[in-house]
T-cell receptor, first 118, second 110 residues
């Protein structure tokens, strides 16, 4: 089966510009997650979709970040306007099961989108 | 809230030598624990996981980890490292969403 696909793999933008990151989860995976790792720090949870609905967006840093999941398939994460502190690697992951159940908690991650804000 | 500590930021090991990466967690209930690896230019790959049962779990690429409830630890081990094991390793605990440690970078010298 195809894995989780993210693009672009690397984006370099100026402060104040807009960037949209895309994630295509594994087909049939209802649960989609976004995580972020800023320079040298922990990988942090951003939000969780179940199909097209936002289940948990407690990790979204501020209202400059907007995530969508059209039709419960692919997801986009838009940063507008971008700030220097938004630089980092944005990971997407998906899983088929229900969070909290033992067999469902194995996430498949994409390769990440590296964002550099100058 | 759950948290994960990986005390070692960077470890250098000789090829063929053994490797142990430390992980301590803070979690109130029985944790679901994971080790992920990120090789240069690659995504996060699951090495192994612990949900319940046998406290010594085997993973891919010859890795194993031991869950010790009394020590709140889930250390990762490999008896003999290969140059391809150079990567960054992340321990994680799951409570409906993953909480990661800061990662340990492993350098393998010839």
């Amino acid at each position: 089966e195809a894995g989780v696909t993210q693009f672009p793999s690397h984006s370099v933008i100026e402060k104040g510009q807009t960037v949209t990151l895309r994630c295509d989860p594994i087909s049939g995976h209802d649960n989609l997650y976004w995580y972020r790792r800023v320079m040298g720090k922990e990988i942090k949870f951003l939000l969780h979709f179940v199909k097209e609905s936002k289940q948990d967006e407690s990790g979204m840093p501020n209202n400059r970040f907007l995530a969508e999941r059209t039709g419960g398939t692919y997801s986009t994460l838009k940063v507008q306007p971008a700030e220097l502190e938004d630089s980092g690697v944005y990971f997407c992951a998906s899983t088929s099961g229900t969070p909290g159940s033992a067999g469902a908690n194995v996430l498949t991650f994409g390769a990440g989108s590296r964002l550099t804000v100058l | 809230a759950q948290s994960v500590t990986q005390p070692d930021i960077h470890i250098t090991v000789s090829e063929g030598a053994s490797l142990e990466l430390r992980c301590n967690y803070s979690y109130g209930a029985t944790p679901y624990l994971f080790w992920y690896v990120q090789s240069p230019g690659q995504g996060l790959q699951l090495l192994l996981k612990y949900f319940s049962g046998d406290t010594l779990v085997q993973g891919i690429k010859g890795f194993e980890a031991e869950f010790k409830r009394s020590q709140s630890s889930f250390n990762l081990r490999k008896p003999s490292v290969h140059w391809s094991d150079a990567a960054e390793y992340f321990c994680a605990v799951d409570d409906y969403k993953l909480s990661f440690g800061a990662g340990t970078t492993v350098t393998v010298r010839a």
